[in-house]
């Protein structure tokens, strides 16, 4: 009985000996790295440009509050100002992949642009890879998709990047040109829906939403949602639009594509289709594709000089 006492008075020392142990290693442990959302940012350049390339890390803002988008910028030769060119990235529906989404680049692309004098920004959206935040483009179930909403919510972070470079000073206030993969594509025609200002023309690679459903090839979730919803940005859309996909496009068919595109333009939306050659792989990847096999480039030269002979 005796011995009772000691043994617990034994182990209350004993836990507080460990507890001043465990707050000790506390303090004296390095604090962990915060990731990129853990970060207080402004937005604007951060950092010297690289020495190969002069690729620029930019934050600029997004349609969320308090998210800035990790962005890429590349400035063309010479002291400007310059066009702006912004180009969109892809989405999916899975949290866990766009959470390690890489920074979108699209070298070809950008190059190309960059030799023609536009300064380029590739912004990462909120809620994919180092932006993150909370993704707000999701069209829903694919039983009844909002790819309206979708569209929308996407346009409204590239016009919220949009009005902030056009803000620069060696950025021009007009002839900006938007490009779009995929969702950035689909966003891209959302965005051309209500015609802001400054804005010459968009360019849609290989866009829409809800491609490959369960990842099975030619497989669109509701592609009767999806036209319904491009005659909705045809029917206000007043800004001219180029529309490109590859005959071997797994996520939109060309008979799927070309239902999209002439709902657009039979709503009123301009809308110039052109279905190009397959390329290796998957055609929904044509925005990558560069040198002999970058089909688009040319027609993409001939649209832009349509476009400066009417004034755009």
Same mark, same amino acid.
């Given at each position: 009985?005796?011995?009772?006492?000691?043994?617990?008075?034994?182990?209350?020392?004993?836990? =507080?000996?460990?507890?001043?142990?465990?707050?000790?290693?506390?303090?004296?442990?390095?604090?962990? #790295?915060?990731?990129?959302?853990?970060? =207080?940012?402004?937005?604007? *350049?951060a950092g010297e440009?690289?020495?190969?390339?002069?690729?620029?890390?930019?934050?600029?803002?997004?349609?969320?509050?308090?998210?800035?988008?990790?962005?890429?910028?590349?400035?063309?030769?010479?002291?400007?100002?310059?066009?702006?060119?912004?180009?969109?990235?892809?989405?999916?529906?899975?949290?866990?992949?766009?959470?390690?989404?890489?920074?979108?680049? !699209?070298? =070809?692309? #950008?190059?190309?642009?960059?030799?023609?004098? !536009?300064?380029?920004?590739?912004?990462?959206?909120?809620?994919?890879?180092?932006?993150g935040g909370p993704?707000?483009?999701?069209?829903?179930?694919?039983?009844?998709?909002?790819? *309206?909403?979708?569209?929308?919510?996407?346009?409204?972070?590239?016009?919220?990047?949009?009005? !902030?470079?056009?803000?620069?000073?060696?950025?021009?206030?007009?002839?900006?040109?938007?490009?779009? /993969?995929?969702?950035?594509?689909?966003?891209?025609? =959302?965005?051309?829906?209500?015609?802001?200002?400054?804005?010459?023309?968009?360019?849609?690679?290989?866009?829409?939403?809800?491609?490959?459903?369960? /990842?099975?090839? /030619? /497989?669109?979730?509701?592609?009767?949602?999806?036209?319904?919803?491009?005659?909705?940005?045809?029917? #206000?859309? *007043?800004?001219?639009?180029l529309w490109l996909?590859?005959?071997?496009? #797994?996520?939109?068919?060309?008979?799927?594509?070309?239902?999209?595109?002439?709902?657009?333009?039979?709503?009123?939306?301009?809308?110039?289709?052109?279905?190009?050659?397959?390329?290796?792989?998957?055609?929904?990847?044509?925005?990558?594709?560069?040198?002999?096999?970058?089909?688009?480039?040319?027609?993409?030269?001939?649209?832009?000089?349509?476009? *400066?002979?009417?004034?755009?």
């Amino acid at each position: 009985m005796l011995g009772a006492p000691l043994v617990r008075r034994s182990n209350q020392l004993g836990a =507080a000996a460990c507890a001043l142990a465990m707050l000790w290693m506390a303090l004296a442990a390095p604090s962990p #790295t915060p990731s990129f959302a853990d970060v =207080a940012v402004q937005p604007g *350049r951060a950092g010297e440009p690289e020495a190969k390339g002069g690729r620029e890390l930019w934050f600029v803002p997004s349609a969320v509050p308090n998210v800035f988008m990790r962005a890429y910028f590349y400035r063309p030769a010479g002291k400007g100002p310059f066009v702006l060119a912004v180009i969109n990235h892809g989405s999916v529906e899975d949290a866990a992949v766009r959470a390690k989404m890489a920074m979108p680049e !699209y070298g =070809a692309l #950008t190059d190309w642009l960059l030799k023609r004098g !536009y300064a380029v920004l590739v912004p990462e959206r909120p809620g994919h890879g180092a932006t993150g935040g909370p993704y707000v483009e999701s069209h829903g179930w694919c039983r009844a998709p909002d790819y *309206r909403a979708a569209g929308l919510a996407t346009a409204r972070s590239m016009a919220a990047a949009i009005d !902030y470079m056009r803000g620069q000073p060696f950025i021009r206030r007009g002839g900006v040109l938007v490009l779009g /993969n995929s969702a950035g594509g689909w966003g891209a025609l =959302a965005l051309a829906s209500q015609n802001p200002a400054g804005i010459a023309a968009v360019v849609n690679f290989s866009g829409g939403r809800g491609g490959r459903n369960l /990842n099975r090839p /030619n /497989n669109n979730c509701a592609p009767d949602r999806l036209v319904a919803a491009s005659a909705a940005f045809g029917r #206000t859309a *007043r800004i001219p639009t180029l529309w490109l996909y590859a005959a071997n496009d #797994t996520y939109f068919s060309p008979d799927l594509s070309r239902q999209i595109a002439g709902a657009f333009a039979t709503a009123g939306g301009k809308a110039d289709y052109e279905l190009l050659p397959p390329v290796r792989g998957d055609g929904h990847a044509l925005i990558e594709t560069s040198g002999a096999e970058a089909s688009w480039a040319p027609v993409l030269a001939r649209f832009l000089t349509r476009l *400066r002979s009417t004034g755009g």
